[in-house]
């Protein structure tokens, strides 16, 4: 089954056309990496797959669902981490993490494990938000994003400003989501990190998907 | 549903709780209103008795403006808003849930004031059911309006200024309405101030039912 | 082959907003406005009556004449805006492109008309009520919020965003426009419980023929003056709509070239010859 089928998509930021007539089809199970400069396109396909973006021209689906009249259910069954982490400032990580589990319908034992699996340091609990660093504020976003069991995962260049073992930590779970069955779409610049737990990558630019040689 | 409206509530109220915007600042402000009035009236403490429902009333309309302002921007500070677009949660509980605590919030604001002009204007109080009962249902019209109008405006640069142009208008009725039950209240308005009541009771429902219809449409696309 | 997709985004499309029908419209009003003049201050006499127990003149005299603009800017004004909750509802229901852009169309002629109503309202009222404004009338009142309702209106179709999104936030903001002037009429009525205005104007026998006619023809001449009016406005809302998607096929040809270019650059670094900056 093809979980991410696109054909021609295009894509109007205002009167700019981020996606000129993107074509990408991805199944289930599958891990792809989309590299590319930036302003390529890559930030926008995510946020198109996870039922953000208006669909201008063309057409697809993303796990079966029709992005032209069901984002609504689309955006309640991905998991998208993107440079915004979409936390409170002034809630501890604990109540931002409690509170989004919730609005996720995720269960204590899900936020938990979730929590476990990010290696959140659990003395930040009740620390205000904004006083936490980019890197624990990423982690903090991947844990809610784990906690929703996301059939489909979307990551916006996931290891941006974590260390050695938050790293480490988003490698593995692309390959544990993949093995589970879970595809995942992880745009990022570091390809030699990326590229080993991928089955394969496409080059995003110009709004366009470039596939083929590329392949791992 | 209930729980999901005391989730987006309780959320609310504990990052007002954080930031104490509402009660370091928007309370604070309020009162300056009335303060200015008194100046403005000429510490006449006999007109400013007669006045009191209007100035009162126009004083929690623009505190409120500073409140539906601050429930909005508390959304869009790091994506929260389609955070809540991408989770499980019905707009209408979104809705209904940042309008309690909205509420809740002028609530509080309301009788602070409320001590504000029996303090410093001396306005006697015949009938404290219906005056109480009357911050209610006012209050309630105004969280609802003021959420549903701000929802309108997430996600806009331009909100601080068009809100008041967008928000006054529709509040009018209730400014009208409240003041008038006031004035039966306070016993300087010879009207039947439980009528007003029952239309005050009847905008804060409308507002509370079309907002929750309308949110939908507008969550769907910042 | 051209669809009328493709004629839009390259820029091949007819940029006028009048056809034979809005040009024969357009005379048709000019000649009636001299028709509609002639009648208001030659043809009709202005309003005075003997009263029967003084023998003094009394009614309006000439301020009467400003009827004839007041209340047809005041029926534009209130048709104006029910035609913008119509479209309102019908762009919340099919989302129609096309009511949308006749809803604003029609909320731009309703601002004016409402506000032109106030004023020519107000300089009647000076001699006739002998005051420009009164807080306690129903209709005064009710015109002026739908006035600012209808302002607010209009700043929320400017909002940012895509067309849709505006749409749809406007077309709310349109169909609560007629809730809340309905919620201030009721109000105001109840608030003030009186009104100066004259109930039955047009059914009072008192009225001679030619003023009544002048009356109903310029009532006529200011709805068609709207139908003229909105179906510029729409024509103008349509252009700028179009404007939006000007030249989208070129936008995409450049987008699509970066690809070109970024496929060059990997294709060298891939087979090592590259420049690796």
Known sequence: MSVVSLRNIVVLLGQFPALS???????????????????????????????????????????????????????????????????????TTGENLRFWARAVRATPEELDQAIERMQIDRRLMDVPTRQLSAGQRRRTALAVAAARRPELWLLDEPHAGLDQAGRDIVDSLITDATAAGATVLVASHELDRVRPVVDRQVTVAGGLILEGADAV | MLSDVLLIAGKDLRVELRSRIALNQVVPFALLVLVLFGFALDADSSTLATFTPGLYWVAVVLAALLAVHRSVSLEDGDGADE???????????????????????????????????????????????????????????????????????????????????????????????????????????????????????????????????????????? | MTTTQEVVETGRFDTATGSRTTRMLGWALIVGLIVLLWLAFVATDPDIRIDAASGDEIGQFDAVRLIYVHVPMAIVAYTAFTVTAIG??????????????????????????????????????????????????????????????????????????????????????????????????????????????????????????????????????????????????????????QNERFGLVEALEQRRAEAERTDAVNAAVDTGTGDQS
């Open chain 3, 88 to 241: 309102s509802v019908m762009v919340l229901l099919r989302r129609s492109v096309w009511w949308d852009l006749v809803a604003g169309a029609s909320a731009e002629i309703g601002a004016v008309a409402s506000a032109l109503t106030l004023i020519t309202g107000s300089i009647w009222g000076r001699p006739i009520w002998n005051t420009y404004w009164r807080w306690d009338d129903v209709r005064l009142m009710t015109t002026l919020v739908l006035f600012m309702l209808a302002l607010g209106y209009l700043a929320v179709r400017r909002l940012e965003g895509s067309a849709e999104s505006r749409a749809r936030r406007a077309a709310i903001v349109g169909i609560l426009l007629v809730i809340n002037s309905i919620i201030v009429n009721r109000s105001v009525e109840w608030w003030a419980s009186q009104t100066l205005h004259q109930q039955s104007t047009i059914t009072d026998a008192a009225i001679e023929d030619l003023t009544l006619f002048t009356f109903m023809y310029a009532i006529v001449f200011g709805l068609a003056g709207y139908v003229w009016l909105l179906i510029k406005g729409f024509r103008v809302a349509w252009l700028e709509r």
């Open chain 1, 21 to 91: 007539g993107a074509t990408l089809e991805v199944q289930a199970g599958e891990s792809v990496l989309l590299q590319g400069p930036n302003g390529a396109g890559k930030s926008t396909l995510l946020r198109l797959c996870a039922g953000l973006q208006r669909v201008e021209r063309g057409d697809g689906s993303i796990l079966g669902h029709d992005l032209h009249r069901e984002r609504r259910i689309i955006r309640r069954r991905v998991g998208l981490v993107g440079h915004r982490t979409m936390l409170y400032d002034d809630l």
């Open chain 2, 83 to 222: 955070g809540l677009l991408m989770s499980g949660l019905h707009p209408a509980s979104v809705f209904l849930g940042k309008a309690v605590a909205l509420i809740a919030e002028l609530l509080l604001l309301a009788l602070v004031l409320l001590g504000g002009v029996l303090i410093l204007y001396g306005a006697p109080v015949d009938d404290v059911t219906l005056l109480l009962l009357t911050t209610v249902a006012a209050v309630i019209g105004v969280g609802a309006a003021g959420t549903l109008y701000g929802a309108l405006l997430s996600g806009q640069r331009a909100r601080e200024t068009i809100l008041p142009i967008l928000l006054l208008p529709v509040l009018a009725p209730v400014v009208i309405g409240a003041s008038r039950a006031f004035g039966d209240a306070m016993g300087s308005v010879a009207t039947d101030g439980w009528s007003w009541l029952l239309s005050l009771t009847g905008f804060a429902m409308l507002y509370l039912a079309v907002g929750s219809v309308a949110h939908g449409a507008l969550m769907e696309e910042a």
